[in-house]
Structures are given as C-alpha cells and as structure tokens.
C-alpha cells in the first residue's frame, strides 16, 4: 500500500495560542456573533491554528481538529472514551483561509444551555 498524500509542516518560529471558555443560560441566544438566534459563533483567532479543541466540561465531551482535516470535520471523544469521526453537522469549523473558529449554537453537544465550554487553539 503506498500512501498517495503526504503533507507535513514543521514551525521553526513562534506558535500561537488562544484559549477561552463560555457559559449561558441560553447559548443560541446569547453567543450569536451575528446577533441572530442560532446562527454560529464565530472566533476571530488572529491567525490559521493547526489544532483545535472544543470541550463540554459538563458533560465530559470534546472534539479535536486538526490541520489537514476538512473544514466541519473533527473527531468527538466522550467520557466512556467512544471516539466518532464527524463529518456530518458539524459542531464546529475552522475557515481554511482566515482560520477563524466558527462554532454552531443549534445542534450542539459541545456547547449547550448552563454547561461550561473551554476551547484552545494552536498553530
């Protein structure tokens, strides 16, 4: 078997970090960076991260992207330790241009009403 893509990228200067943490009692209406209910929040990070992690501390669930991934595609983990390959409404995406965060209020398990959510990303 031959791998047919293989792409790798080493940072030699500094890497850039941002984290945060949310919590409201209603997230789709409190979050919205557009103001409109159940439209996404969007994290402008300031630079294109190649790892990113979203977690429901609550509720012990978290999904990972990494660089290479498609944008909305990301691996859930949750506490029992099933891991899913989600590539199917995606809870949350990273722009492939501007590297914004953009996390969706909807029809979330990472982010929902009263429960603390931490995110971190690098790159």
Do not use: C, Q
């Amino acid at each position: 078997m031959a791998i047919t893509v293989n792409t790798h990228n080493k940072s030699t200067g500094v890497v850039n970090h941002a984290s945060g943490a949310l919590t409201a009692s209603d997230v789709s209406v409190d979050f919205p960076t557009s103001g409109v209910a159940n439209d996404p929040l969007v994290i402008k990070l300031g630079f294109k991260p190649t790892y990113v992690k979203v977690m429901n501390v609550t509720d012990s669930v978290f999904g990972e992207w990494y660089e290479g991934m498609a944008a909305g595609f990301y691996t859930l983990t949750v506490i029992a330790g099933d891991k899913t390959y989600v590539n199917t409404n995606a809870a949350f995406s990273v722009d492939p241009t501007t590297g914004d965060l953009s996390i969706e209020l909807d029809t979330n398990v990472l982010i929902t009403d009263a429960d603390l959510t931490v995110w971190e990303a690098r790159g």
